[in-house]
């Protein structure tokens, strides 16, 4: 059977933003232990003393949250240049048999030109594509008998390239959204190769997003 700090620390570890506000001194002990209370009696099936629980949460090491963040200050610190781009649109549409031909043939009508910004993110069900404002015309004209599930207009993206060891290193991604998610950005989509993750949200959030990476970066 489980113990008390067992229970807790399980309860703990599965939100990382209590373990980190514990850490970060900005969670009150005593509520949380009364918050968790049932739910440590519910896993260990009798009544239990929120002082228990406060002793429980008081001896949860940080440890991993230090070694965690030691190694993402690291990576931020060795990353590339953000690269931001505005004036997107975004487009998502329901997958068909005809759907990836006419992507095909898109790409081909778009060519190579750098000055366009063009990703697609294909899932089970639907695929995004993320566009520069100017191509609208062009994927309206080749998608027109699509199903269009969802689109967007007046967006940017942030792209931050990362170093070969971000492959290594777990939470990369949860350190880099939790900080807008703290600052209450809706991030619209969330585009990741190997060492790229681009960020897209509404062109009137993109000056906060950067400056919020530029100082995780630099702090």
Same mark, same amino acid.
């Given at each position: 059977?489980?113990?008390?700090?067992?229970?807790?620390? @399980?309860?703990?570890?599965?939100?990382?933003?209590?373990?980190?506000?514990?850490?970060?001194?900005?969670?009150?002990?005593?509520?949380?232990?009364?918050?968790?209370?049932?739910?440590?009696?519910?896993?260990?099936?009798? @009544?239990?003393?929120?002082?228990?629980?406060?002793?429980?949460?008081?001896?949860?090491?940080?440890?991993?949250?230090?070694?965690?963040?030691?190694?993402?200050?690291?990576?931020?610190?060795?990353?590339?240049?953000?690269?931001?781009?505005?004036?997107?649109?975004?487009?998502?549409?329901?997958?068909?048999?005809?759907?990836?031909?006419?992507?095909?043939?898109?790409?081909?009508?778009?060519?190579?030109?750098?000055?366009?910004?063009?990703?697609?993110?294909?899932?089970?069900?639907?695929?995004?594509?993320?566009?520069?404002?100017?191509?609208?015309?062009?994927?309206?004209?080749?998608?027109?008998?699509?199903?269009?599930?969802?689109?967007?207009?007046?967006?940017?993206?942030?792209?931050?390239?990362?170093?070969?060891?971000?492959?290594?290193?777990?939470?990369?991604?949860?350190?880099?959204?939790?900080?807008?998610?703290?600052?209450?950005?809706?991030?619209?989509?969330?585009?990741?190769?190997?060492?790229?993750?681009?960020?897209?949200?509404?062109?009137? @959030?993109?000056?906060?997003?950067?400056?919020?990476?530029? @100082?995780?970066?630099?702090?």
């Amino acid at each position: 059977m489980k113990t008390i700090q067992q229970a807790v620390t @399980d309860i703990i570890n599965k939100t990382p933003f209590i373990e980190e506000a514990l850490y970060d001194k900005l969670i009150n002990v005593s509520s949380l232990a009364r918050i968790i209370k049932p739910e440590v009696e519910k896993m260990l099936k009798k @009544d239990i003393k929120e002082g228990a629980i406060m002793m429980a949460i008081n001896r949860i090491s940080p440890s991993s949250v230090l070694k965690i963040r030691k190694n993402i200050r690291k990576i931020a610190l060795s990353s590339g240049d953000f690269i931001m781009r505005s004036d997107l649109c975004d487009y998502t549409y329901k997958n068909t048999n005809t759907l990836v031909p006419k992507i095909t043939k898109l790409l081909n009508d778009i060519g190579s030109n750098s000055d366009n910004f063009f990703t697609i993110s294909q899932g089970v069900f639907e695929t995004s594509i993320v566009i520069s404002k100017k191509l609208v015309g062009k994927i309206e004209n080749f998608f027109k008998d699509e199903t269009v599930l969802w689109s967007a207009t007046n967006l940017a993206s942030l792209t931050i390239k990362l170093p070969k060891s971000n492959i290594e290193q777990s939470g990369i991604y949860y350190f880099i959204l939790k900080q807008l998610a703290w600052a209450n950005i809706p991030v619209q989509e969330v585009i990741s190769t190997t060492h790229e993750i681009t960020i897209v949200v509404k062109e009137t @959030d993109i000056k906060e997003t950067f400056a919020i990476l530029m @100082d995780m970066k630099l702090s």
